[in-house]
């Protein structure tokens, strides 16, 4: 049977039936209805941020954040390449420009210190990303930002129920954006979320998300329509439910694996952070002097069945939409470049048993 590099959690099927029954009632089924706004209210209080906005998925939600600052067209943003297409791709289609700022080579979140070699006078924000659930170095980023008059946007598609020194990702920055993808951590099917806490975002975001509607009998603004469905909010007020256990079950398995590749020669794994409460969304494994290569493992996992994923590469500023914008392609951003090539995600979710995971170190490590 095929192992992929991830599966998606889901609540009981009568859960889940319970949950969206009252919809046949109401008939109510999308435009923040009853599941809609029960489900933001316990995302606000799980993470402890004033405001919460849904959107149908989280693409809309980063794209949308941006366009709400209303930075003017042509402008510099300044982000990473080691990420998801994305990140770059919201940045760009709100007329702005992305600056690449190389990764650092300990987590792989944007090298805080290369920061401020890159602002010019046309940058307006920064939008780092927590890169596999790891979180950047939220800090200097916002010291850099407060000093310069920058906003700050993560895109915390990865880090949801992360903490940094207790407190959640979602508090960091002007904004911090989630997915919900089936995908991920936590899954409301499609979704997505804006955690902020400027109060003077909350009907910005409502109306952009619907239209530009700003009450019955006007539109203010050109808007669109990225609202999250009844569905997907009663999805997610099941799944939150497990999330706890869920995340519990992706620890049996990352330790698992640490215990088979923890130390050898030529593997580096990402090693916890003290200061960081993870919710172990991926598992990055880098050969790096390893008997054989990061795609030759690649190969030999999928000729039998498990699916890992080189989970970046390529890096977005080699991609053919991208590769030739100013300060673009993979040499300015060697730190990035370097680990693109040789990183890759192993299988990882609640479900994966534990005789698997050391099934997939024995063919990894046979190579040894
Ligand atoms: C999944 C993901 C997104 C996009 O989220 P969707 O919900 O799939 O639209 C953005 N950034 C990163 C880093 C992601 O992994």
Redesign the pocket.
């Known amino acids: 049977m095929t192992i992929n590099v991830t599966r998606s959690s889901m609540p009981g099927f009568e859960e889940y039936c319970e949950e969206i029954k009252e919809l046949w009632e109401s008939r109510w089924l999308t435009n923040s209805g009853a599941k809609h706004q029960k489900f933001q209210a316990e995302l606000e209080k799980m993470l402890g941020v004033p405001h919460v906005v849904l959107f149908t998925?989280?693409?809309?939600a980063?794209e949308n954040i941006i366009a709400a600052f209303e930075f003017p067209k042509g402008a510099e943003v300044i982000t990473t390449p080691f990420?998801?297409a994305?990140?770059t791709h919201a940045i760009v289609r709100n007329g702005l420009t992305p600056v690449f700022c190389d990764v650092n080579p300990e987590n792989y979140t944007m090298d805080a210190s290369k920061i401020e070699a890159l602002i010019t006078e046309k940058t307006v924000a920064i939008v780092p990303?927590h890169?596999y659930g790891n979180m950047c170095d939220v800090e200097k980023i916002a010291d850099i930002a407060k000093k310069h008059n920058l906003k700050v946007i993560y895109?915390a598609?990865?880090a949801f129920a992360v903490k940094y020194k207790g407190v959640s990702s979602a508090c960091f920055g002007d904004a911090s954006m989630f997915?919900?993808?089936a995908?991920?951590v936590f899954n409301t099917i499609?979704?997505?979320a804006v955690c902020f806490s400027d109060d003077s975002l909350v009907d910005k975001l409502n109306s952009m998300k619907n239209f530009g509607i700003t009450s019955p009998e006007s539109v203010g603004f050109v808007g669109g329509n990225a609202k999250m469905s009844e569905f997907q909010a009663a999805m997610g007020i099941c799944n939150l439910r497990h999330l706890e256990g869920e995340i519990a079950k992706r620890k049996a398995v990352v330790e698992r694996y640490f215990r088979h590749l923890d130390g050898v020669k030529g593997i580096k794994l990402c090693k916890p952070d003290k200061n960081v409460t993870p919710n172990y969304a991926y598992f990055p494994v880098v050969f790096d002097g390893f008997t054989a290569s990061r795609d030759e493992i690649f190969t030999k996992l999928a000729e039998n069945g498990i699916i890992a994923r080189k989970y970046f590469y390529p890096l977005t500023n080699t991609f053919d939409c991208y590769k030739n914008l100013p300060g673009s392609g993979a040499e300015k951003t060697p730190v990035a470049a370097y680990f693109a090539d040789r990183v890759l995600t192993l299988p990882l979710y609640a479900d994966l048993a534990l005789e698997d995971v050391d099934r997939i170190c024995g063919i990894i490590l046979e190579r040894r």
């Open positions: 998925n989280g693409h809309l980063l990420t998801f994305s990140t990303v890169v895109d598609a990865h997915s919900f993808h995908t991920k499609e979704g997505g």
